[in-house]
C-alpha cells in the first residue's frame, strides 16, 4: 500500500468499539486522517487524542445517532462545512436485538434497521460522488458471516441486513469498475470484541472452541488489504475456518443447511461480534 498517495480523510462508523475502533487504529497508523462517527462522545474523544499522539494524525469527533432520520444529513452537512473530503469509508456501525421477531417493539427494530440498512445507504449515496468525481475512493461495509449462511431462530432480522449489505456492496462495486472506486462486503464471523457484552451471551460464546474465533486486528487488516486492492474479491471472508463454513453451507442442499445452521445456532448466532 503506497500512503504517499493518500489523500483525503477516511470516515468510521461505530467508530468507539470493537471493530469500528480497530478501523481507526489501522487507518490511522497508514496515516489516514480518520472522522470518527458514533454515539458516544467520551469515548470518541478519547479514541481521537490517542490516535493523534501515537501516529501523528489529525482525527475529528462527530458523535451522531444513527438511528435518528435526520442523523446521516446533519453530518454530511457537518463534513462540508469543515471542508472534509471523505475517501475511505467504513460503515460499520451495527448492534444485534436480542429475541425472537414479535418479543421487542416495532421502534426497536426500526431503529435496528435504520442503523444497519438505512444509515449505510444515505451515507454511501451522499459521499460516493465525490470519490467518483475525485476517481479514486474506498468503501467497506461490514456486514457478516451470517449474511452468508442460512438463517437461523432469534436474531431474525440480523442475518437479513448482512445478506442485503453483500449484495448492495456487489451491486455498487459492479456500478463502480470504472471510475475508481473500490467496494467491499467485510463478512466476519466470530470476533473478539464488547459485542458479545452487549447481547448479554458472553458467557455461552467463551464455552466456545478458540479456532473459532478472530482478533479485531487480523479482521480488520484483512478488510483493508482487500479493498485496496481493487481485485474483483467484492466479498471478503477473513479466516480460513470461516471461508469454509460458507463455502459447505453454499454447496448443501438447503434442507441440510437450515438444518445445519439451527443445529449449531442454540443461544447465540452466527455473526461477526462487530
Known amino acids: 500500500m503506497n500512503t504517499e498517495q493518500k489523500k483525503g480523510w477516511a470516515l468510521v462508523t461505530g467508530a468507539s468499539a470493537g471493530i469500528g475502533e480497530e478501523f481507526c487504529n489501522q487507518l490511522a497508523a497508514l496515516s489516514w486522517p480518520v472522522v470518527l462517527v458514533a454515539r458516544r462522545k467520551d469515548r470518541l474523544n478519547l479514541l481521537a487524542d490517542r490516535l493523534a499522539k501515537e501516529h501523528g494524525v489529525e ?10 432520520p435526520d442523523a446521516i444529513e446533519k453530518l454530511c452537512a457537518a463534513l462540508e462545512t469543515d471542508a472534509i473530503e471523505i475517501e475511505f469509508l467504513v460503515n460499520n456501525a451495527g448492534y444485534g436485538v436480542a429475541g425472537t421477531f414479535t418479543e421487542p417493539s416495532w421502534q426497536t427494530h426500526a431503529d435496528s434497521l435504520r442503523v444497519m440498512l438505512g444509515s449505510v445507504c444515505e451515507l454511501t449515496w451522499r459521499l460516493l460522488p465525490g470519490m467518483q468525481r475525485r476517481r479514486r475512493g474506498f468503501v467497506v461495509n461490514v456486514a457478516s458471516l451470517a449474511g452468508l449462511v442460512s438463517g437461523s431462530a432469534r436474531h431474525t432480522l440480523y442475518g437479513a441486513t448482512k445478506a442485503f449489505l453483500i449484495r448492495f456492496s ?13 467496494v467491499s462486503a467485510l463478512c466476519p464471523g466470530f470476533t473478539y470484541s464488547e459485542f458479545h457484552d452487549v447481547l448479554g451471551n458472553r458467557e455461552m460464546t467463551s464455552e466456545m472452541a478458540s479456532y473459532m474465533w478472530m482478533n479485531a486486528d487480523e479482521v480488520v487488516r484483512f478488510a483493508i488489504v482487500s479493498v485496496m486492492k481493487q481485485a474483483p474479491l467484492v466479498v471478503a471472508v477473513p479466516g480460513r475456518v470461516n471461508r469454509f463454513i460458507a463455502t459447505l453451507v453454499r454447496l448443501m442442499p438447503r434442507k441440510m443447511a437450515l438444518a445445519f445452521i439451527q443445529r449449531h445456532s442454540k443461544g447465540y448466532r452466527a455473526e461477526d461480534g462487530h
Open 170 to 182: 456487489e451491486s455498487l462495486a459492479m456500478e463502480n469498475l470504472d471510475t475508481g472506486v473500490s
Open 59 to 68: 482525527c475529528r469527533c462527530y458523535p451522531f445517532d444513527l438511528a435518528l
